[in-house]
């Protein structure tokens, strides 16, 4: 692989690392909102966890290929989810608005691992391609799950608000 395509494909690793860092902090931030909706705090937990774990399987790949991970992305990353929390916060329908930013973001992510993935395909980089495809199925489930919450959180919402 040239110096330029080695570049190109770790900065997309990085990018991917920094991507599930700030889903980390987005998702921690979210599930401390949502006392009133028990199920999907214990889903942002488990996806709190997904992340760390895909955080740790990107810096290895990176680390193989004599890379290491961007402090500036990952801090730029967790700033702006930081960023996206108390907008929400400051929105009257914030659950309404806070699920649709973690929807928002994961159809991000899975665009991301997209790229990655041709990438890696392109570079005949055999795990870094599995792992892009393992993230992306987990990522397609998370925003399916994400999609129907859409609906479910607004129409509690809409009902308590009436209450």
Same mark, same amino acid.
């Given at each position: 692989?040239?110096?330029?395509?080695?570049?190109?494909?770790?900065?997309?690793?990085?990018?991917?690392?920094?991507?599930?860092?700030?889903a980390e902090q987005l998702f921690e931030g979210q599930a401390a909102r949502y006392a009133d909706y028990p199920n999907i705090q214990v889903s942002l937990s488990a996806e709190?966890?997904?992340?760390?774990?895909?955080?740790?399987?990107?810096?290895?790949?990176?680390?193989?290929?004599?890379?290491?991970?961007?402090?500036?992305?990952?801090?730029?990353?967790?700033? !702006?989810?930081?960023?996206? #929390?108390?907008?929400?916060?400051?929105?009257?329908?914030?659950? !309404?608005?806070? !699920?649709?930013?973690?929807?928002?973001?994961?159809?991000?992510?899975?665009?991301?691992?997209?790229?990655?993935?041709?990438?890696?395909?392109?570079?005949?980089?055999?795990?870094?391609?599995?792992?892009?495809?393992? #993230?992306?199925?987990?990522?397609?489930?998370?925003?399916?799950?994400?999609?129907?919450?859409?609906?479910? !959180?607004?129409?509690?919402?809409?009902?308590?608000?009436?209450?």
């Amino acid at each position: 692989m040239s110096d330029s395509r080695k570049e190109d494909f770790l900065t997309w690793l990085r990018d991917a690392h920094a991507l599930e860092e700030q889903a980390e902090q987005l998702f921690e931030g979210q599930a401390a909102r949502y006392a009133d909706y028990p199920n999907i705090q214990v889903s942002l937990s488990a996806e709190i966890n997904h992340s760390k774990h895909f955080q740790k399987l990107l810096a290895e790949k990176i680390n193989l290929l004599g890379g290491s991970t961007s402090i500036v992305k990952d801090t730029v990353g967790k700033l !702006v989810a930081s960023a996206q #929390i108390v907008m929400g916060m400051a929105a009257a329908d914030e659950p !309404v608005k806070g !699920v649709l930013a973690l929807h928002t973001f994961t159809q991000f992510e899975i665009g991301s691992f997209k790229i990655l993935k041709a990438a890696a395909s392109a570079e005949i980089q055999d795990e870094i391609l599995l792992l892009s495809e393992s #993230i992306i199925t987990h990522l397609e489930a998370r925003a399916a799950w994400l999609e129907q919450e859409l609906d479910h !959180v607004t129409r509690k919402y809409l009902l308590r608000k009436a209450a």
